[in-house]
């Protein structure tokens, strides 16, 4: 198995911490991640050295500005994009999701028709919702019970006024990767937009949106050893083409036409900070080469260690692992278990008990829970590998529920 060293793991301040005499086991990275001391650092120096508003014509304000400026660059090699005009920040994906749909709905007719899935957070289901009060038809492509889209029920649903198919890089709740080539070959041919959220899989995979073909792109830092910060990504040309809400005195074209108010440049700076660590893991000429290499490592370290903990609970009676089994297809290194005559708030608070961080519920990402039929179970308790988890933390957690069943 490929191995993430012990240097990398030292750079997490938080993986040193102890509880009761014992070392904690970190696997609540799906929602959120622990940062490694280079994001705390920039964090910190832009507080204690360029702690102004941007666009002023003083020294702390030019520095604002050159984090701003350095932190889209650095996110559009992160994300493969054409250029750092196509970056977009604000407060959480949600929010800019939200506003990204405001400014997409005003560009289309009532009876134009929109495509979502069962499988999606409610981030990229609940904006396009809402855009049924403005007569916009919300279509919803089927969740199967293995845990993947029906494809062929989305290929039915997508018509002459399909204008947007919005979509998941992968799933937050059960780890499925989607097919993002046959989502961009519908939606060509249908002359519709492509969105995808990556927020799950932008800590797990390689991304390059002009490989994918995607019209926009959402992600979080916080998913990949950031702090609280969205990101949007939109094709070049196409935020000018829309009207999102936004004041008078604010820029009016790409990429600043969509972040309302003033940023949190702290964060930002963060962020920037984050793809660096990152870039640090891999080997190349340039950044983006570096990226890659490093996003590929992390990729296979995981679905080792995810491997070896599916395979382990597996072999564990009353366990119920929903969704595709690791050898059935790629998948994000994500678990939803099910314990028999156990809720899943139950199963957390037994394995907080050994200082095993893991979360229950539905994740926002509820219609699928409900399609599962596991709402009225309380959902699921949701296991999630990170690069800096290790072989003997999983076999800590099997030993755990060894015990616990």
């Given at each position: 198995?490929i191995?993430?060293?012990v240097?990398f793991?030292?750079?997490?301040p938080?993986?040193?911490?102890?509880h009761r005499d014992?070392?904690?086991?970190?696997?609540?990275?799906p929602?959120?991640v622990q940062?490694p001391?280079?994001?705390i650092?920039a964090v910190?120096?832009y507080y204690?050295?360029?702690n102004?508003?941007?666009?002023g014509?003083f020294?702390?304000?030019?520095?604002?500005?050159a984090?701003m400026d350095?932190?889209r660059?650095?996110m559009?090699?992160?994300?493969?994009?054409?250029?750092?005009?196509?970056?977009s920040f604000?407060?959480?994906m949600?929010?800019?999701?939200f506003?990204l749909?405001?400014?997409?709905?005003?560009?289309?007719?009532a009876?134009?028709e929109?495509?979502?899935?069962?499988?999606?957070h409610?981030?990229?289901?609940g904006?396009w919702l809402?855009?049924?009060?403005?007569?916009?038809v919300v279509?919803e492509v089927?969740?199967?019970?293995?845990?993947?889209l029906?494809?062929?029920?989305?290929i039915?649903?997508?018509?002459?006024?399909t204008?947007?198919?919005a979509?998941?890089?992968?799933?937050n709740?059960?780890?499925?990767i989607n097919?993002l080539q046959?989502?961009?070959?519908?939606?060509?041919?249908?002359g519709?937009?492509?969105?995808?959220?990556a927020?799950h899989?932008a800590?797990?995979?390689?991304?390059?949106?002009t490989?994918i073909?995607?019209d926009?792109?959402?992600?979080?830092?916080?998913?990949?050893?950031?702090?609280h910060?969205g990101?949007l990504?939109?094709?070049?040309?196409?935020?000018?083409?829309?009207?999102?809400?936004?004041?008078r005195?604010?820029?009016?074209?790409?990429?600043f036409?969509i972040?309302?108010?003033?940023?949190?440049h702290a964060?930002?700076?963060?962020?920037a900070a984050?793809?660096?660590?990152?870039?640090?893991?891999?080997?190349?000429?340039?950044v983006?080469?570096?990226?890659?290499?490093a996003?590929q490592r992390?990729?296979?370290y995981?679905?080792?260690?995810?491997r070896?903990?599916?395979?382990g609970?597996?072999?564990?009676p009353g366990i119920e692992i929903h969704?595709?089994?690791p050898t059935?297809a790629?998948?994000a290194?994500?678990?939803?278990?099910?314990?028999e005559?156990r809720?899943?708030?139950?199963v957390?608070?037994?394995l907080a008990?050994?200082?095993?961080?893991?979360?229950n519920?539905?994740?926002?990402?509820?219609?699928?829970?409900?399609?599962l039929g596991?709402?009225?179970?309380g959902?699921?308790?949701?296991l999630?590998i990170?690069?800096y988890?290790?072989?003997?933390?999983?076999?800590?957690?099997?030993?755990?529920f060894r015990?616990?069943t």
């Open positions: 198995m191995s993430m060293n240097e793991r030292a750079q997490f938080a993986l040193s911490r102890r014992k070392a904690l086991i970190f696997l609540d990275g929602a959120g940062v001391r280079q994001v650092d910190s120096h204690a050295r360029s102004a508003n941007a666009h014509v020294l702390t304000s030019r520095e604002t500005d984090v350095h932190t660059l650095m559009s090699a992160f994300l493969g994009a054409e250029g750092p005009e196509t970056i604000g407060q959480n949600t929010s800019l999701n506003a749909a405001r400014a997409i709905g005003r560009n289309l007719q009876g134009d929109i495509l979502i899935t069962q499988l999606d409610e981030g990229n289901r904006p809402s855009l049924r009060e403005r007569g916009i279509r089927r969740l199967r019970p293995e845990g993947v029906d494809y062929e029920d989305l039915s649903k997508v018509g002459d006024r204008r947007l198919i979509a998941g890089f992968a799933s709740l059960l780890g499925t097919d046959l989502l961009r070959r519908i939606a060509y041919e249908a519709a937009w492509l969105l995808i959220d927020v899989a800590p797990h995979f390689p991304i390059e949106v490989e073909g995607c926009f792109l959402l992600c979080s830092a916080y998913k990949f050893y950031g702090p910060v990101i990504y939109a094709r070049p040309g196409l935020l000018d083409r829309l009207q999102p809400d936004r004041l005195t604010a820029y009016q074209h790409a990429p036409s972040e309302t108010g003033t940023l949190n964060a930002i700076a963060g962020v984050a793809v660096e660590f990152i870039a640090d893991q891999g080997e190349g000429q340039d983006r080469a570096r990226l890659a290499t996003m992390i990729q296979a995981e679905a080792g260690l995810l070896m903990l599916y395979d609970l597996s072999d564990i969704g595709l089994p059935a790629r998948r290194p994500t678990l939803a278990i099910s314990l005559g809720s899943p708030e139950e957390c608070h037994l008990n050994e200082n095993i961080f893991a979360w519920g539905h994740f926002y990402a509820i219609r699928a829970i409900e399609v596991l709402l009225e179970k959902g699921v308790t949701r999630g990170s690069a988890t290790t072989q003997d933390e999983i076999e800590e957690v099997i030993n755990v015990q616990i």
